[in-house]
């Protein structure tokens, strides 16, 4: 008897499974815009100062900042509930923590490694949490946090409570075994979780193109049947947008979903990459055409926010970074029977 | 001539099972393939398949029979043309006998065939403290248990007690685990809290860490420990250091189970002690028990512990009997070790696996007039140098028995720990017995070379003793 023809296998497969709706900009009132305007340039100026006290050897070790991919942290968190959502990110998370209403003090004074820090000195830039706001890290193994966050998400639906887990990792970590070893047990158990690809192009030097065959990230997770989306994550209003269309998503019950966001670090990998991997007009271009802060300056000016207004939110901004400065210099190191606390949580 | 069916290993540490039923009867024409008998082990229910073509002449293990020694006789078939009904009995059909655990079967020497062999069968004991744990009232009633069950049901009893904790692992669930330990808890606590994962050991650890960081205690078991390399940064570096990280904010109380070092013949990638290299690790918690009763007041305290726990079993321990108290809520402290059998001569320190190697040996050199005391550290850290450093101030001699490599390993660590603060009363040098510095072998003979042994244990005691 003759046998069916294999299924041609080469074709390209049709799927009818639901997908999410193509995600709407958000439309922001003019209280809800300054503040992410607020939010972002308190990010930018506290980075550019982290850089210096970089410099001025008042921050040691690695020291990757923000600046550039603001909107990102911005936008999608302000749409989370800070009650019951929790947030997972990877060693660039000064941005995320700021985005979370964390007292830029703390987070200065861990970078400076004082007692005074959010991790009282030990963990420093790379490692800082805050279970209080259900922020879980601060994680330093590229590609950690999304295994950790998926578990994340587990707790949440085992507890019941309603929460989402957010996980952020960049273009790098999303070449990480693990990533797709968490995508296809999240997806095989319909766990509430937000894969955030924060695509800055660049994998410490090694651009997307050079290290993904599949560049276009929002797809990596077709093979789970985890729908994706892809965001400019440089349009703060795109993102809180494509935030929202996720989170109904996943509230829904309907498993975890992808958001890659296309955006872009201004600074090296971290303080001790001199970025010879890309051209100086390349990055001025980006800083010219679609900073995420100049595009809300523009948006507040067009909804009559007046220059004056702008400027003292510029001043009390820089205001608030400086005093966080200052109070992470002059704050004492941790005492050095400290060395000993905190290796476990009890005595035996 | 008639062929012999024998009673089968249907695994490799099995050495006896239970003939649960038979599918034929004498009488009846059977080709390959068919299944014959089901066999029950303390594991699982086999199908015995035939692999000769013929007519079941003679059934001689009756169905429902218990503990049939594996190479038994357990019927006989006639081949094509022969008269089924005069194929003769067995002429001496082995008697259960006990397993030849002792008796070295010489290849060729009585010209019949080497059967597969192991190293670990001189490993694997169920010699019992000659000490009573003082942590157990006096008067309780003991029941014996294999290690498995006492596994089974310290976790069970913890997640009857407290909701947040819940087992994953591979085929933990619906197989009721790869070596039975999670046995009938899917039954008792259903999908949700007993969950079977993909193979995925990288995944899942950090899916449990996550859990243990967002307020649930996982138990999270690896099939064995050898596959826990692929998670390994998990345990290391999301589970341990998060709490200093965090400044002691976060905190990550999971406990990551399975079996650990030598089993039997699996050769070089799933034979590995990884006792050392957890505890070398600050912020973990590594336990290794012994005995039935150290695995389930050890595992429940793990299970209870803020903080996370590397708990490591041995395979060829699970089927292992030995007498547990019949206690309400039996928990045992974490970092204290035990003394399993006291003496004044020479102190014998060893966990998990090698502490029956130490139990065996000891008994021999009391024979020899050498009175030794074995010490189980039970937990590998925080580790528990008072009681060794007891024990050595009262026999003045000091040999570390470890089922694993040499370099870098516990032993090395007691002998450090001990030239650091028990010099003064050393009468002799420490000597470490552990198994050799070379990948764990194949080959039935090799393994064994490679293994520690009884044999050696009471060599290294009396050079240390200067009797030897």
Not at chain 1, 333 to 339: F, G, H, K, M, R
Not at chain 2, 65 to 70: F, L
Not at chain 2, 381 to 400: F, G, I, M, W
């Given at each position: 008897m003759a046998k069916a023809p294999a299924r041609k296998t080469t074709e390209p497969a049709k799927t009818n499974r639901e997908r999410p709706e193509e995600p709407k900009r958000f439309e922001a009132s003019k209280e809800q815009l300054l503040e992410f305007y607020k939010q972002m340039l308190l990010i930018r100026r506290f980075e550019e100062k982290a850089g210096q006290l970089y410099g001025l050897g008042f921050i040691g070790g690695f020291c990757h900042l923000y600046i550039g991919q603001e909107a990102v942290a911005v936008g999608l968190q302000s749409a989370l509930d800070g009650e019951k959502d929790s947030v997972i990110t990877g060693y660039r998370d000064h941005g995320h923590m700021l985005a979370y209403g964390i007292d830029p003090k703390v987070i200065m004074a861990e970078l400076t490694g004082r007692a005074a820090g959010i991790s009282r000195g030990k963990g420093g830039s790379m490692h800082m949490f805050s279970t209080e706001k259900k922020f879980y890290g601060g994680h330093g193994i590229v590609g950690a946090q999304v295994a950790l966050g998926t578990g994340l998400a587990f707790a949440h639906k085992y507890n019941e409570d309603g929460g989402v887990a957010m996980a952020y990792f960049g273009d790098g970590a999303s070449n990480q075994g693990q990533v797709y070893e968490s995508f296809n047990m999240a997806e095989l158990w319909k766990l509430p979780i937000i894969y955030v690809i924060e695509n800055n192009q660049y994998a410490m030097g090694t651009s997307v193109n050079r290290s993904s065959s599949e560049d276009q990230l929002y797809r990596r997770g077709e093979s789970f049947r985890i729908p994706g989306i892809q965001v400019d994550g440089m349009d703060v209003l795109a993102c809180r947008g494509a935030a929202e269309e996720a989170l109904a998503w996943v509230r829904a019950g309907k498993g975890p979903i992808i958001l890659e966001m296309k955006t872009y670090r201004y600074r090296g990998h971290s303080m001790s990459d001199p970025a010879k991997y890309r051209s100086r007009e390349e990055v001025q271009s980006v800083r010219d055409k679609s900073d995420p802060i100049e595009q809300v300056k523009r948006e507040l000016e067009d909804m009559k926010v007046t220059e004056a207004e702008l400027k003292a939110i510029e001043a009390?901004?820089?205001?608030?970074?400086?005093?966080?400065?200052?109070?992470?210099?002059?704050?004492?190191?941790?005492?050095?029977?400290?060395?000993?606390?905190?290796?476990?949580?009890?005595?035996? | 001539m008639a062929i012999e069916l024998k009673m089968p290993a249907l695994s490799p540490t099995m050495e006896e099972g239970t003939l649960a039923k038979w599918l034929v009867k004498e009488g009846d024409t059977v080709k390959s393939g068919d299944i014959?008998?089901?066999?029950?082990?303390?594991?699982?229910?086999?199908?015995?398949?035939?692999?000769?073509?013929?007519?079941?002449?003679?059934?001689?293990?009756?169905e429902g029979t218990d503990n049939v020694k594996v190479g038994t006789v357990i019927a006989t078939i006639a081949g094509e043309g022969e008269d089924a009904s005069a194929a003769p009995a067995p002429?001496?059909?082995?008697?259960?006998?006990?397993?030849?655990?002792?008796?070295?079967?010489?290849?060729?020497?009585?010209?019949?065939?080497?059967?597969?062999?192991?190293?670990?069968?001189?490993?694997?004991?169920e010699k019992a403290a000659t000490v009573q744990d003082p942590a157990i009232p006096e008067g309780t009633e003991m029941v014996k248990v294999t290690v498995r069950e006492a596994l089974r049901d310290a976790m069970a009893e913890e997640m009857r007690k407290d909701p947040r904790v819940f087992v994953m692992g591979e085929e933990v669930a619906e197989y009721q685990g790869a070596y039975k330990v999670t046995q009938g808890l899917l039954e008792e606590f259903g999908p949700k809290r007993v969950i079977d994962t993909p193979i995925t050991e990288y995944g899942f650890a950090g899916l449990g860490?996550?859990?243990?960081?967002?307020?649930?205690?996982?138990?999270?078991?690896?099939?064995?420990?050898?596959?826990?390399?692929?998670?390994i940064d998990h345990i290391v570096n999301s589970a341990a250091k998060t709490n200093y990280m965090s400044g002691g904010q976060m905190r990550c109380p999971i406990v990551f189970r399975g079996p650990n070092g030598a089993a039997s013949?699996?050769?070089?990638?799933?034979?590995?002690?990884?006792?050392?290299?957890?505890?070398?690790?600050?912020?973990?918690?590594?336990i290794a028990p012994y005995d039935a009763q150290d695995a389930k007041g050890l595992l429940k305290a793990a299970i209870r512990s803020e903080d996370p726990v590397v708990f490591l079993e041995n395979e060829l321990m699970y089927g292992r009997h030995f007498e547990i108290p019949q206690l309400d809520d039996y928990v045992l402290p974490i970092g204290k070790a035990r003394i399993v059998r006291s003496g004044k001569d020479v102190t014998i320190v060893s966990y998990s696996i090698g502490v029956g190697v130490a139990l065996e040996a000891a008994e021999t050199l009391a024979g020899e007039g050498i009175d030794a005391e074995v010490v189980d550290l039970r937990t590998l850290r925080p580790l528990d140098t008072a009681t060794v450093l007891e024990s050595l101030k009262k026999t003045n001699r000091l040999v570390v028995v470890e089922e694993g490599w040499p370099v870098c390993s516990i032993a090395s660590e007691i002998a450090a720990v001990v030239m650091e603060q028990g010099f003064d009363d050393l009468d002799a040098p420490v000597l470490r017995v552990t198994n050799e510095d070379v990948p764990l072998p194949y080959a039935a003979n090799l393994e064994k070379l490679a293994l520690i042994t009884a044999d050696k244990v009471v060599a290294a005691v009396k050079k240390v003793t200067y009797r030897g």
């Amino acid at each position: 008897m003759a046998k069916a023809p294999a299924r041609k296998t080469t074709e390209p497969a049709k799927t009818n499974r639901e997908r999410p709706e193509e995600p709407k900009r958000f439309e922001a009132s003019k209280e809800q815009l300054l503040e992410f305007y607020k939010q972002m340039l308190l990010i930018r100026r506290f980075e550019e100062k982290a850089g210096q006290l970089y410099g001025l050897g008042f921050i040691g070790g690695f020291c990757h900042l923000y600046i550039g991919q603001e909107a990102v942290a911005v936008g999608l968190q302000s749409a989370l509930d800070g009650e019951k959502d929790s947030v997972i990110t990877g060693y660039r998370d000064h941005g995320h923590m700021l985005a979370y209403g964390i007292d830029p003090k703390v987070i200065m004074a861990e970078l400076t490694g004082r007692a005074a820090g959010i991790s009282r000195g030990k963990g420093g830039s790379m490692h800082m949490f805050s279970t209080e706001k259900k922020f879980y890290g601060g994680h330093g193994i590229v590609g950690a946090q999304v295994a950790l966050g998926t578990g994340l998400a587990f707790a949440h639906k085992y507890n019941e409570d309603g929460g989402v887990a957010m996980a952020y990792f960049g273009d790098g970590a999303s070449n990480q075994g693990q990533v797709y070893e968490s995508f296809n047990m999240a997806e095989l158990w319909k766990l509430p979780i937000i894969y955030v690809i924060e695509n800055n192009q660049y994998a410490m030097g090694t651009s997307v193109n050079r290290s993904s065959s599949e560049d276009q990230l929002y797809r990596r997770g077709e093979s789970f049947r985890i729908p994706g989306i892809q965001v400019d994550g440089m349009d703060v209003l795109a993102c809180r947008g494509a935030a929202e269309e996720a989170l109904a998503w996943v509230r829904a019950g309907k498993g975890p979903i992808i958001l890659e966001m296309k955006t872009y670090r201004y600074r090296g990998h971290s303080m001790s990459d001199p970025a010879k991997y890309r051209s100086r007009e390349e990055v001025q271009s980006v800083r010219d055409k679609s900073d995420p802060i100049e595009q809300v300056k523009r948006e507040l000016e067009d909804m009559k926010v007046t220059e004056a207004e702008l400027k003292a939110i510029e001043a009390e901004i820089r205001k608030v970074v400086n005093e966080s400065a200052d109070f992470a210099e002059q704050t004492p190191e941790p005492d050095a029977s400290e060395l000993y606390t905190d290796v476990l949580v009890e005595s035996y | 001539m008639a062929i012999e069916l024998k009673m089968p290993a249907l695994s490799p540490t099995m050495e006896e099972g239970t003939l649960a039923k038979w599918l034929v009867k004498e009488g009846d024409t059977v080709k390959s393939g068919d299944i014959l008998a089901e066999i029950e082990t303390d594991k699982a229910t086999m199908e015995f398949e035939a692999v000769d073509e013929g007519t079941i002449a003679k059934i001689l293990v009756a169905e429902g029979t218990d503990n049939v020694k594996v190479g038994t006789v357990i019927a006989t078939i006639a081949g094509e043309g022969e008269d089924a009904s005069a194929a003769p009995a067995p002429a001496a059909a082995p008697a259960p006998t006990p397993a030849p655990a002792a008796a070295e079967p010489a290849a060729g020497e009585d010209g019949g065939p080497k059967k597969a062999d192991s190293g670990t069968k001189q490993l694997a004991s169920e010699k019992a403290a000659t000490v009573q744990d003082p942590a157990i009232p006096e008067g309780t009633e003991m029941v014996k248990v294999t290690v498995r069950e006492a596994l089974r049901d310290a976790m069970a009893e913890e997640m009857r007690k407290d909701p947040r904790v819940f087992v994953m692992g591979e085929e933990v669930a619906e197989y009721q685990g790869a070596y039975k330990v999670t046995q009938g808890l899917l039954e008792e606590f259903g999908p949700k809290r007993v969950i079977d994962t993909p193979i995925t050991e990288y995944g899942f650890a950090g899916l449990g860490a996550g859990a243990a960081m967002g307020g649930l205690k996982p138990v999270i078991e690896f099939m064995t420990f050898n596959f826990a390399m692929q998670a390994i940064d998990h345990i290391v570096n999301s589970a341990a250091k998060t709490n200093y990280m965090s400044g002691g904010q976060m905190r990550c109380p999971i406990v990551f189970r399975g079996p650990n070092g030598a089993a039997s013949r699996v050769g070089a990638q799933h034979s590995q002690n990884y006792g050392p290299w957890y505890a070398s690790v600050p912020g973990l918690i590594v336990i290794a028990p012994y005995d039935a009763q150290d695995a389930k007041g050890l595992l429940k305290a793990a299970i209870r512990s803020e903080d996370p726990v590397v708990f490591l079993e041995n395979e060829l321990m699970y089927g292992r009997h030995f007498e547990i108290p019949q206690l309400d809520d039996y928990v045992l402290p974490i970092g204290k070790a035990r003394i399993v059998r006291s003496g004044k001569d020479v102190t014998i320190v060893s966990y998990s696996i090698g502490v029956g190697v130490a139990l065996e040996a000891a008994e021999t050199l009391a024979g020899e007039g050498i009175d030794a005391e074995v010490v189980d550290l039970r937990t590998l850290r925080p580790l528990d140098t008072a009681t060794v450093l007891e024990s050595l101030k009262k026999t003045n001699r000091l040999v570390v028995v470890e089922e694993g490599w040499p370099v870098c390993s516990i032993a090395s660590e007691i002998a450090a720990v001990v030239m650091e603060q028990g010099f003064d009363d050393l009468d002799a040098p420490v000597l470490r017995v552990t198994n050799e510095d070379v990948p764990l072998p194949y080959a039935a003979n090799l393994e064994k070379l490679a293994l520690i042994t009884a044999d050696k244990v009471v060599a290294a005691v009396k050079k240390v003793t200067y009797r030897g």
